[in-house]
Structures are given as C-alpha cells and as structure tokens.
C-alpha cells in the first residue's frame, strides 16, 4: 500500500447482486481505485446474521468475488479478500462493543428494524450488533473513506462515533473515517414498486435485475417494470418515481445524461423508451457475464488468499495496538 487515501468497503455473500449493487456500489469502486489504496471485502460475517445454507454461502462467496473482479476490480490495484479469514475483525469488533459502543446507538440503527419487523426479540443478536462489526472492519484499516449506498450512511456514522469514544479514552488509536454516497444513481429503486430500494434478497425477484440474470428474463423484467401515469418521458423522482428510475438506469448503463435522454424522448412513448432501455441493460449484461464466466474458481481461490495475506498483516498490527491500550498485553 502506498501513502495514498485508503478506501474500504465491502458487499455480503447473500442473494443476488443487481444492477443496484453495481451502479450504487461497485462502478464507484472501480473509479475509485485510480486514486486510492482500495480493500474491498466479501463481508461474509454479515451474512450469517441471518440464516444461511452452508453449500450455498460457500458458492456465493466464491459468485461475490467473480462479480467484483468482472466489474473491473483489480487485484493488481486493490485488495480483495473474505472477512472471516481475518479473525481479528471479530476480535476487534468485541472489543468496541466493550469500549465505545452503547445499547442506545444500536437502538437508533433503522435497517435493524427494517430487517428484523415486528418480530425484534426473536431475532439473532448478531443482527442487532452487526454494526459493530461493520464499524470494526472499517477501522482496522485506518479507512479515510467509505463508498456506501445512502441506507449505510448511518452505519458510518456509528464507526466515528465509536473512533472518537475509543480514541478520547485510550488516546489516537483509531482514524476517524468519512462516508462517501453517489449522488446519481445511489439509490436504484424496485422495478415493480418505485417507492423501494433495488434488493438483493426481495422476494420478487422481478422487483430486480440481477447481473446474471438470463438475457431473455431481462428484456420481460424492463417490460413490465412500472412507469406511472402519463405518457411524458421526463425525471421527477417525488412525482413521478417510475420513469425517474428507469431514466436513471439508463443514464448509468448507457453512460448518458439524465438531461439528454429527457430530450431525446420528448414525444415518444414508454414502449419505445423501454425497448431502448432494454437493448442497453442488455448489451451491458452480455459483457459483464463474458467478463464474469472467463473467470475461474482456481483464480478466485488464489486473489482471496493473497488479499488475505496482505490485510492480515495490516490488521495484526491494529488489533495489537488495540490490545496493549486496553491492557490485555
């Protein structure tokens, strides 16, 4: 690693990554890394805060890291490794449970009770407390920056709070790190409800597009998403959030401006608008999964192993130091 910013972010092996995924997360990684000392993490911790079915989380593991890599993620440029090979992020993150971490900011966090309903107190623990081990992986990096999607802003703000508590007790032992959301683009919404978020784990997965979605499966998906009232084509997300998220899309993918598509549509229909957006979802799908299946499991294995070898070095001097402060050396 260079003297450069450090950027660490990370995406859970469960579900199935979307366009969402890509746009909001990945394609601001991939930028990223021309201009900073990136770590980027297959959080698999995260995952088992709920259920998961072992055969499967292995294979997804394995998914995760072939979607990082055929987006254009560079293990020559960053690093790309599986969070549970470093046993000192769970350790780290026990330890700000113990220090700097109190019940009233994990009651504040608002995707617990998203995720968890009505139903909290049957819940996993790990569910509640997952934040801390977020903060946890954050930290153990000296992070200047974390690419998030807006409903992980909070999370951010929770590893600060937990950096300035520690740091204030213990002295300067942790950098206090910097959340960073994509304006455009940040927040792709459901195809067939545009008042929620894009989700890898929707029930209805034609709310979704997934990046190895079958090419055919796509087109019927972009047909039937919602547009709204009306036949204008134009970008109103408050009023008009269907064919704002469309234009969206397509702004990202087709590497347009929102503006220009606006007026390149004026007087035409949706059909012709989606046929359109169609053929660019399409075209980039076709070379991501060109990218995504000339990659092999072999090749995955060795990139997490030696990401693994190089954070672990870094995270051991972190947590040592962590240690000796809180006297358990």
């Known amino acids: 690693m260079t003297t450069q910013k450090i950027i ?14 890509y746009i909001g997360a990945i394609s601001q990684w991939v930028k990223m890394q021309q201009d900073y000392d990136c770590i980027f993490s297959i959080v698999d911790y995260h995952a088992i805060t709920v259920k998961q079915n072992p055969e499967e989380l292995r294979k997804r593991i394995i998914e995760v890291t072939k979607i990082y890599l055929a987006s254009g993620i560079d293990p020559k440029k960053s690093i790309i490794f599986q969070q549970s090979a470093v046993p000192a992020h769970t350790e780290l993150a026990w330890i700000l449970n113990c220090y700097g971490t109190y019940i009233s900011d994990l009651n504040k966090m608002t995707q617990f009770k998203d995720k968890a309903g009505r139903n909290q107190e049957a819940v996993s623990v790990g569910l509640y407390d997952y934040p801390v081990l977020m903060a946890a ?82 087109k019927k998906k ?16 408050i009023n008009r959030p269907g064919i704002s998220n469309l234009l969206t899309i397509y702004a990202q993918l087709g590497i347009r401006e929102i503006p220009r598509l606006v007026k390149d549509y004026k007087g035409k229909g949706y059909g012709d608008f989606k046929k359109d957006l169609a053929d660019v979802v399409v075209k980039f799908l076709e070379n991501f999964q060109k990218k995504y299946n000339s990659i092999s499991d072999k090749e995955v294995i060795k990139i997490l192993e030696d990401g693994r070898k190089r954070v672990e070095k870094m995270a051991n001097i972190k947590i040592e130091k962590v240690r000796q402060v809180i006297g358990v050396r």
């Open 222 to 237: 972009i047909a039937r998403a919602v547009t709204d009232s009306g036949s204008d084509i134009d970008y109103d997300p």
């Open 8 to 21: 660490f972010s990370g995406i859970q092996p469960s579900g199935n990554l979307n366009i969402g995924n």
């Open 137 to 218: 992986d954050i930290l153990m990096y000296n992070t200047d920056i974390v690419p998030v999607g807006e409903d992980q802003k909070q999370h951010v703000e929770l590893a600060r709070d937990i950096a300035k508590r520690f740091n204030g007790q213990f002295g300067d032992t942790f950098k206090i790190p910097q959340a960073a959301v994509r304006k455009e683009g940040a927040r792709i919404m459901a195809l067939l409800d545009p008042t929620k978020k894009m989700s890898k784990s929707d029930e209805n997965q034609n709310n979704c597009i997934t990046l190895l979605d079958d090419i055919e499966v796509v």
